[in-house]
């Protein structure tokens, strides 16, 4: 991470004194290109990466992070922890108020909205992939209208800077006890952040406009506007033709395009992701690892990182971001080796079929590979072709199915009706994959949707949770990270190179680097650039 500060911090330097030379240009409008569309809206029940962004703009936590990384007060002004780091009270700010509904007055800010949002994330009934990263909190208690109090079950590292988790308002959510994707909150929440959702309008645009009465000062900008696209090639001539004034992630093959038109500015950034195929272990054609791991060395990654991204990534080994501490270099990826695959399934119990299909007590090694529409773009979809094609090499018939968003989602998430699909996850510094590979995040709209499930890998996860020594989560990281990669639950694929383009009279910007929006606060538009 320490290069990807340095970078923010050298490109701040250089904007600094652009920025105050034109600090009273505040308003204009925002458009940005979004690949795709957030199924909710909510920081609870979202689970994708366009929804995190929009939160970030529409909710607080009671702290955050500063562009120095730093942990800073937000909705709290200020906190002590005990001795035995069991005990963090909380002071709130007593100027915040809730974005108005629509027909009512702003209400204020208390300590009951952040019991109710604890209390919320916690009950069984609200599917959220937050549940497992806040397991550590015990009990919140109100001390009084401006203080809380949480204890935990035992101390943890960094543990203030989990505090970031967004409140959401007592009045916000319909049903009072726990929340669902259904609820009405979910598509239209407020919060007391920077900006409130104006509209979602006919074109599935989330529209926001700036909170007049942000606690932190009002923002610069008058309107974001997510605008979602099917299509990454649409979107960069919707930016090139001034349809758009930003795009949160180009598409690597469309970068030349744009290096060399000055009106745009492109901001690389590392959003602790990366690029996998997912198997449904539910089907017992995948239940046994030799035949996920003869996928895995079946295709060829570097290739395809080289051929389809301009090589503009790196290939990984299992399942913590490159980047990120959690990484472990030793484990190397496994080469491609067609005859290492298949052996693998040979020793599986696989044989040729009449048809060159291969088949184990009487099925065919048939699978289906489901992939969103909105990933439908040339990069992906050469992505996923060639999987198909290195695996027909080897005996094994992929079927591809393009999806509709929320179709998609529903059957992976909701019905688990596939057998592998073709996504990417974006994490934060803590590195917690306990969501995504805990046997007991296997369920309805759960990170797990795989259904895997490993006695040492649930033991790891939880022996790392309970540490306090860094090195020795590290430590721990590491075996994960080797477990999984021979366990191979996913083919991890590659982390790719972000960038951010943007027209230059977007002043300011500063990008962080997997929620994108916190520092947008201070962003400007040059009105003397505004018309060209």
């Known amino acids: ?36 569309r957030p199924a909710t809206i909510d920081p609870i029940t979202s689970n994708d990466m366009i929804a995190m962004r929009l939160t970030e703009l529409i909710f607080n936590g009671l702290v955050g992070i500063s562009e120095k990384q730093e942990i800073i007060p937000e909705l709290a002004e200020k906190w002590e922890i005990d001795k035995e780091g069991k005990n963090y009270t909380f002071f709130l700010r007593k100027d915040v108020k809730w974005h108005p509904k629509p027909g009512e007055d702003a209400q204020p800010f ?18 959220t992939p937050l549940k ?14 401006n203080t809380v109090k949480f204890i ?71 309107e974001f ?17 001034n349809a758009i004034d930003m795009i949160v992630m180009v598409n690597p093959r469309n970068l030349p395009e744009l290096q060399g038109d000055k009106r745009f500015v492109l901001q690389p950034y590392n959003g602790l992701s990366y690029a996998f195929f997912g198997y449904n272990i539910r089907n017992p054609l995948l239940n046994d690892a030799r035949v996920r791991k003869a996928f895995t060395v079946a295709i060829n990654r570097q ?55 291969l088949e184990k007590g009487g099925k065919k090694l048939t699978l289906t590979l489901k992939v969103p529409i909105e990933k439908e773009n040339e990069g992906v979809k050469r992505v996923v072709l060639a999987f198909k094609n290195y695996l027909k090499t ?14 998609w989602k529903e059957a992976i998430f909701g019905q688990h009706d596939f057998d592998i699909i073709f ?88 990008i962080h680097p997997y929620k994108f929006f916190p520092y947008a606060k201070s962003w400007f538009i040059s009105g003397e650039d505004e018309k060209i």
């Open 303 to 357: 290739e395809m990182l080289k051929s389809f991204f301009n090589g503009q990534g790196e290939v990984i080994s299992g399942p913590f971001a490159p980047g990120s501490w959690a990484y472990n270099l030793d484990v190397k990826p496994q080469p491609f080796d067609k005859n290492k695959a298949i052996a693998l399934l040979k020793e599986a119990g696989f044989q040729p079929g009449s048809d060159g299909i």
């Open 225 to 241: 506007v997510a605008k979602p696209f099917a299509d990454q090639n649409i979107m960069v001539q919707a930016l090139t033709f």
């Open 152 to 222: 935990l079950k035992r101390p943890i590292l960094n543990s203030l800077a989990k505090f970031t988790f967004k409140i959401i308002p007592k009045h916000g959510p319909k049903n009072p006890s726990y929340l669902t994707r259904e609820d009405p909150f979910a598509q239209r929440p407020i919060g007391t952040g920077p900006y409130m959702l104006k509209e979602i309008n006919s074109n599935q645009e989330v529209v926001l406009e700036v909170n007049q009465g942000y606690f932190g000062g009002k923002a610069k900008i008058q």
């Open 110 to 127: 208390t300590a009951d909205d952040v019991v109710f949002t604890f209390k919320v994330m916690a009950h069984p009934k609200t599917i």
């Open 132 to 145: 497992v990263r806040y397991e550590f909190i015990d009990t919140v208690e109100k001390i009084d209208a």
């Open 394 to 407: 080897v005996g094994a018939d992929v079927q591809v199915s393009f999806m509709e968003w929320q179709a």
């Open 423 to 510: 996504a990417s996850w974006v994490f934060d510094d803590s590195a917690d994959i306990s969501s995504l590979f805990h046997s007991a995040e296997i369920g309805a709209w759960k990170n797990n949707f795989g259904g895997y499930s490993s006695p040492e890998v649930d033991g790891l996860i939880v022996e790392s949770k309970l540490t306090l020594d860094h090195e020795k989560r590290r430590t721990i990281y590491r075996k994960l990270h080797e477990v999984l990669a021979d366990e191979a639950p996913y083919t991890f694929l590659w982390t790719l190179t972000n960038y951010s383009a943007y027209h230059k009279k977007v002043r300011h910007v500063a």
């Open 1 to 36: 991470m320490n290069g990807i500060k340095l970078a923010i911090a050298v490109y701040l330097t250089a904007v600094t004194s652009v920025a105050n030379s034109a600090q009273d240009n505040a308003g204009g409008v925002l458009n940005y290109g979004e690949y795709g």
